[in-house]
């Protein structure tokens, strides 16, 4: 395959892993610890950071939790393995495609490094890079983590416009857009057409259909 792709950046959840489902069942399980019923509306949680969730649900608490005592619930609940998550369709057998063809990849997620390193070794994923938004001084949509990824990966700052990477909403194509990166979505929570109006020059609901189109994206 002749191509000039230099190496191919994922975002983690909705993109590698579809944790979307799991962290909210996280939520909802820590809720009813502490407070004795479920969240009403628990949907409009989707997508949101975990330190903005935990203030939220804090502040609904009216004083009965503080935001780190239901945050650190959920994160206990999750790493003890209690609450699974799949990987997305397609995505190891695209994993091992770059691999075959020596390119090289990472994963550049806003959520805590502590939890993509987990569900990735639970998966036996070896990304060469994994970069969390603990390690940079902005999280998405700011450009940090796609910068801090691309330089680990080796990849010279004149030649971050030969990176192509992955998002799967609004806030993560603009960090790699602002990055200076190639962007590519994958419609797991968020639709087509809203990946594509923020900028994605093509979108694909899994890895499977996103291989079919291999040469195009790794042109």
């Known amino acids: 395959m002749a191509n000039k792709t230099s190496a191919v950046i994922f975002d983690f959840d909705g993109v590698v ?4 489902g799991m962290h909210l069942i996280a939520w909802d399980l820590a809720h009813q610890t502490l407070m004795g019923q479920g969240i009403e509306r628990i949907d409009r949680l989707s997508g949101r950071r975990t330190e903005t969730i935990a203030s939220i649900l804090s502040g609904e608490s009216k ?26 369709d397609g995505v190891e057998t695209f994993f091992a495609y770059l691999e075959e063809h020596g390119i090289t990849w990472g994963i550049a997620s806003n959520s805590s490094h502590q939890f993509v390193s987990s569900i990735v070794n639970r998966f036996a994923m070896k990304p060469h890079v994994l970069v969390s938004a603990e390690e940079v001084p902005k999280a998405k949509p700011a450009p940090d983590i796609y910068w801090r990824c691309a330089n680990l990966l080796g990849v010279d700052p004149k030649h971050r416009s030969d990176i192509v990477f992955f ?13 200076g990166m190639r962007p590519i979505g994958i419609a797991t929570d968020v639709p087509a057409k809203n990946l594509l109006a923020a900028g994605a020059e093509q979108v694909f609901k ?8 291999v040469d195009k994206i790794l042109r």
């Open 167 to 179: 998002e799967d909403s609004e806030h993560g194509l603009k960090a790699g857009i602002s990055a």
């Open 17 to 20: 892993a579809d944790t979307n």
């Open 63 to 88: 004083g009965r939790f503080q935001a780190a005592d239901i945050r650190d619930l959920k994160k206990n609940l999750i790493l003890q393995g209690a609450i699974t998550c799949k990987p997305i």
């Open 206 to 213: 899994n890895f499977t259909e996103a291989l079919h189109s």
